[in-house]
């Protein structure tokens, strides 16, 4: 289902919500996008082109992958927009904009980016600072749902006229393809219900005319 990528049009007539999903590594600590609440090889392929041993090609099994955040944006352009421009901050950081991405990383001692065992923690705090700034970019009202409290970082990061942050069922964690599901139709029904709103308001304003 999701070995290629989906246009907006795509999304709202297959039943998909204006989302997109982010997968954090539990081994290395990367980050994954999707438009869909899953994922495939082909997210692999896009969003790690220059793999190297501080950041290499993740495995695809399901056991060490979590979902991290969910972003609900106003409409299925919103999502597709965002989905792009998160792959091509990605992209920049390891291909054109390399030497800039590590002059901000944390160190260790030999040079090289910060980690414990196999975990680097920049990954997914990367991660957190491109979508704040891909809200800010697209300027679209978006909720987002969070695994944990503190994985948002600092509430100053964030456009509060923007963004809606909540947290996920703690409990529905442990069944997260049900979670997923849920947030996918809860996010389907809240954009039917802001599109009904605006028919009605646009309806209103013609009779008046």
Known sequence: MSNRFRTANWLA???????????????????????????????????????????????LRRDIWRIMAVSDFESYEAAVEAYETLVRLRSMRDLTLKDVAMRFRPR????????????????????????????DHIQSKTKIHWEDEWRKGDLSNWDKDLVEHELMDRVALHTPKALLEDLRQRA?????????????????????V
Request: charged letters at 25%; aromatic letters at 14%.
């Open 188 to 208: 389907r029904a809240e954009f039917k219900q802001l599109r009904a709103q605006e028919a009605a308001i646009e309806g209103a304003v013609e009779q008046r």
């Open 13 to 59: 007539k297959n039943g998909y919500g204006p989302q997109v999903f982010l997968f954090r590594n539990i081994e290395s600590g990367q980050v994954l996008y999707s438009q869909l609440p899953t994922f495939t090889d082909y997210q692999l392929k896009v969003q790690f082109q220059r793999p190297n041993w501080e950041n290499r090609k993740p495995s």
């Open 108 to 135: 260790n001692k030999d040079g090289n980016i910060w980690y414990s065992a196999q975990f680097r923690p920049v990954y997914t705090q990367e991660a957190v600072s491109d979508l704040a700034t891909t809200i």
